[in-house]
């Protein structure tokens, strides 16, 4: 049955099924969302990981990174213990953006999205330990 004309048609459906990442059609897409779920895609997908990313990279000129500390506050890392802990906040924005953005729009596949979740659960477990051991 190799390259049978039905086996084809099936296979160019479902590569056009699966929008390219710059070719979505976003008026399509978000049509079929309601208003809660667009709120949620862009709040949660958009908005803050954008935050994350241009906070962290902001603290991390300056060789320092937060992280949220036992009971009083904010504890400050300064040095080379910084990157590391910046990992930590690179792979949650790296979630928040492939769960509530990607996955939720059908940008991309269902294995992409799962090493996603994986490098974004690596850098974040990264940036944990990170923190233990400086603490």
Request: charged share 20%; aromatic share 14%; hydrophobic share 50%.
């Amino acid at each position: 049955m190799k390259g049978s004309p039905q086996k084809d048609v099936g296979l160019d459906a479902q590569k056009a099924a699966r929008p390219l990442l710059l070719g979505v059609k976003f008026g399509a897409i978000l049509k079929d969302l309601n208003t809660t779920k667009k709120l949620e895609v862009f709040s949660l997908g958009v908005l803050l990981p954008l935050i994350l990313v241009i906070y962290t990279l902001y603290r991390l000129s300056y060789l320092e990174a937060v992280f949220p500390g036992r009971g009083a506050g904010i504890v400050t890392f300064q040095g080379g213990e910084a990157f590391f802990i910046s990992l930590f906040w690179f792979g949650l924005a790296l979630f928040f953006f492939a769960k509530s953005y990607l996955r939720e729009l059908k940008v991309i596949s269902d294995r992409a999205f799962k090493y996603l979740v994986y490098l974004s659960g690596i850098l974040s477990i990264t940036g944990l330990v990170s923190v233990v051991k400086s603490l």
